[in-house]
Every structure is written in C-alpha cells, then in structure tokens.
C-alpha cells in the first residue's frame, strides 16, 4: 500500500512538470481540477457534483472519491468506453439512472462504498445490468438490506469479487446470491446476519474467501463448502461449528471462529487442508474427564434441523476426542481465552506422526493458549 502511494505521487509530480513546461494555449479545463496519470484521472476530493465530461476519452481508470455526485446521470461516462476502473466513494450517491454505464461494457471494477444506494436500488440495479464484464464490486456502507440486495444481485453473473461490508443484512435465503455463480470472494463483514438458510451459497461453487465477521450469527451447523479456503466467522455468537458428515475433500485452510461463544472444539471437515485454526476468545473446554461419559448416552447431543418443513436429528458424541478431525496440515494454532482444563491424550496425534515423516520446517503447530495442568499432551510433545 506505501509503496502503491509513494509511486502515485512521484507520478504526479512529474507531470505535473510536464505541464508546466508545456506551452499555455491548450490547456484543458479538467487539468486545474483533476490530475492525469497514464490512463488514470485522479478527481478525488475536488468537491465536484458530477462526473466531469471533457476528460481524454482514452482514459482508463476515475477515480471520483470524496466529492458531491449525487446523481449519477445517463450518459455521463459515456464517452469513456475504455474504463475498467470507476471509483465513487463517499460521494452519498442516491440515484444512478438506469442507463448511466450503458456507454461502459469494459467496466470491471466498480467502487461505490459509503454512498446511499439504498434511496434509488431498483434503478441502480438497472443499471448494473448493463456491465456485462464487472468482476469486482464494492457496496459497503450503503444501508442495504436483504431484500436490496438481492434485487441488485440478480444478474451480475460476471461478478468474482464482492464487498457487502457495513450493510443492514439480516438475513440470507437461498436466493440473494443464487445467480453469483463466478464469485469467489465475498465479505459480509458488520452487519447483522443472525440467520444463513443452508442452500445460501449453494450455488457459489467457486467461492474461495468468506467473510462473516462481526454479525449475530449464533452457530454454523451442516457446514459443506468444500472450495472454501478461508472462513472467517470471528466476533458472533456462535456455539457450535459442525461439519455435515461426508467424506469430501475440504479446500479449507484458515479458519477464525475466535471472539465467539464456542462450547466444545469444532467439528472439522475429515479431509481438509487447514493450516491456521483460530479459536481463541471462546468458552471451549473438553468434557471426557470430567464426566467419564464417553459411551453413555449424557455424552450424545442430538441437534434438529428443520428445513423445509423436513426435520432430521442428528447425534453427536461431543466427549469422543476423535470428533477433533483432521489436523495433519495444522500450522498455527490458537486456543488462548477459553476455558480448558486439559487436553485430550490423543489431541494432534495424527498431526504429530506427519511432522515426522516429512521434514517441512513448517510442520510445527503453534500453539498459543492459557497455562493449564500438565496433560499427556504436554509431556509428549518435547
Ligand atoms: C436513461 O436510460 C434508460 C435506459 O437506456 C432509459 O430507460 C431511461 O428512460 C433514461 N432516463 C432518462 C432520465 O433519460
Ligand atoms: C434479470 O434478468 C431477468 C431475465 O433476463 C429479468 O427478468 C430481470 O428483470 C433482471 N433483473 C434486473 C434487476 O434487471
Ligand atoms: C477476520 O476478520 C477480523 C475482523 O475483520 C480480522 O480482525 C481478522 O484478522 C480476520 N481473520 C483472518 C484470519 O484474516
Ligand atoms: C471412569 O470410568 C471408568 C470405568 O467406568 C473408571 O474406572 C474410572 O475411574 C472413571 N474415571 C473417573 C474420573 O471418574
Ligand atoms: C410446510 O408446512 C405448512 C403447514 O404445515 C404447509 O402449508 C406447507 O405447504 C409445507 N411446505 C412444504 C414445502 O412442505
Ligand atoms: C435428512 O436425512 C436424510 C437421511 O439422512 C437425508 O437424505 C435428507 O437429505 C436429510 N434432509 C435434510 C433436510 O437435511
């Protein structure tokens, strides 16, 4: 990022020179306003209410942050086919007409964080259909709901990056995200999710990076997203993480479930790659000892899932040390602010005897957590 700056400004300094000792007869009006780097015009923070319409047409990237666009009209960037890069940030933008980037079709990146999309969706979502390349768009901040949500979805088909950050989302049914189908990353970072129907992201088969971060989700039951490399569930409320029992192959690595209210130790995917578990920040402890319970029926927790009117019990053993799952990729380790006692005589055993196989300098898990009794797990691991 500090270098990304450094360069901008070394940028604009040059040209700024460079202008300067050009001669003065055919100086554009946009260049007392906005500076010209390369493609890209940097507008930011010049107190414009619209689009400027005498910038090179050639240009690439605009950047209009900061500014007084309220209204973004048809045909303001028409005249600009080459964008790929339109940034309006933080300009409390309402109303895009329908028809405002019917001009764009090479529109890839589109950042509208920090507006009030909300006022005008139906007429925003109108006019997000007609970008049929857009891979990345950011609508953080913009007081949407659900349902707005859903609606100015519906076709971005293209989309592989999106940014739902600081919205009013409560909810997610099957359908808000059903046509996403290229997406692969996607933040819903504070907002006030407390309920995720099961088919929610079933259609986003190449999701890689999920995160729900700071919302009200209160557990994560049936989880089977086997793309999914980085779930990021940290500050909710969730008690339980169960895995749906299958024997797929999990492309799962990071997962942070810390700043929760985790009972007991996650249910793991069996075959998964994760290399950073982070549970710190939870009520976790393990059970077996305390009430020597592991084949009676105390032990057997049985959770109901309805869905569709359909209503199936699950059962599980929660005292089995073997419900750990597969910890053989385990890097990093994070078990700090809970409220273990002990750990479980057979805890990374399988992790362990991979180490000594392979001779991977990253093969050590590391652990962070409170001091407790020693345990046949501290006195076996050198
Ligand atoms: C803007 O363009 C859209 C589609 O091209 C059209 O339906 C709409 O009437 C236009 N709005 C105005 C105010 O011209
Ligand atoms: C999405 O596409 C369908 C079918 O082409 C169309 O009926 C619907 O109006 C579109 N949605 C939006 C928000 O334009
Ligand atoms: C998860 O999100 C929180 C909140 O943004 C952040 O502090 C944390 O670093 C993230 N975890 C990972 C593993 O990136
Ligand atoms: C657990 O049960 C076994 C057999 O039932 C018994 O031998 C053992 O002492 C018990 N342990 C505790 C901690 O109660
Ligand atoms: C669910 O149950 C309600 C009332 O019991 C019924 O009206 C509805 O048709 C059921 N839906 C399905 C999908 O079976
Ligand atoms: C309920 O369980 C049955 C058998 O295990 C399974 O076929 C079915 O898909 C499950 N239904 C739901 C809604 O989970």
């Not at 029992?245 to 479930?257: G, K, V």
Request: with cysteine.
């Amino acid at each position: 990022m500090a270098l990304m700056s450094l360069c901008l400004s070394l940028g604009l300094i040059f040209l700024d020179l460079e202008w300067r000792s050009k001669s003065v007869d055919a100086i554009p009006s946009y260049q007392s306003i906005c500076k010209l780097v390369h493609k890209a015009v940097d507008c930011n923070g010049r107190k414009l209410s619209s689009v400027p319409n005498n910038l090179p047409t050639n240009i690439e990237e605009l950047f209009m942050d900061a500014n007084f666009v309220r209204t973004l009209r048809n045909g303001t960037t028409q005249q600009y086919a080459n964008l790929w890069r339109l940034s309006l940030q933080g300009n409390n933008l309402e109303f895009i007409e329908s028809g405002a980037f019917s001009g764009n079709k090479k529109l890839k990146v589109l950042s509208l964080q920090d507006n009030s999309i909300f006022v005008n969706y139906l007429m925003t979502a109108n006019a997000l259909q007609s970008l049929p390349a857009l891979k990345k768009l950011d609508l953080s901040g913009n007081y949407l709901t659900e349902e707005m949500a859903g609606i100015l979805f519906q076709n971005l088909s293209s989309l592989e990056s999106l940014s739902l950050t600081r919205n009013f989302i409560m909810r997610l049914d099957s359908t808000i995200f059903e046509n996403l189908v290229q997406l692969q990353e996607l933040s819903l970072e504070k907002n006030y999710i407390y309920e995720i129907e099961e088919e929610a992201f079933e259609n986003l088969r190449r999701l890689q990076r999920l995160n729900l971060a700071y919302n009200h989700i209160p557990c994560i039951v049936n989880f089977d997203l086997t793309k999914l490399e980085v779930l990021n569930a940290s500050y909710n409320n969730i008690e339980w993480f169960l895995t749906k029992d299958s024997n797929a192959n999990f492309e799962l690595e990071t997962l942070d479930l810390s700043h929760n209210q985790l009972l007991f130790f996650p249910l793991l995917p069996k075959h998964n790659k994760l290399r950073s578990l982070l549970l710190s920040d939870n009520e976790m402890n393990f059970y077996a000892n305390a009430l020597n319970a592991t084949t009676s029926k105390e032990g057997l927790v049985k959770f109901i899932f309805i869905s569709n009117n359909v209503t199936n019990v699950t059962s599980v053993n929660l005292w089995e040390d073997v419900i750990l799952g597969d910890l053989s990729s385990l890097e990093f380790l994070d078990m700090s602010k809970n409220l273990l006692q002990y750990l479980p005589s057979g805890f990374l055993h399988g992790r362990k005897e991979q180490a000594q196989g392979s001779h991977s300098p990253a093969a050590r898990v590391l652990f962070r957590m409170p001091a407790i009794q020693p345990s046949p797990f501290l006195s076996s691991t050198r």
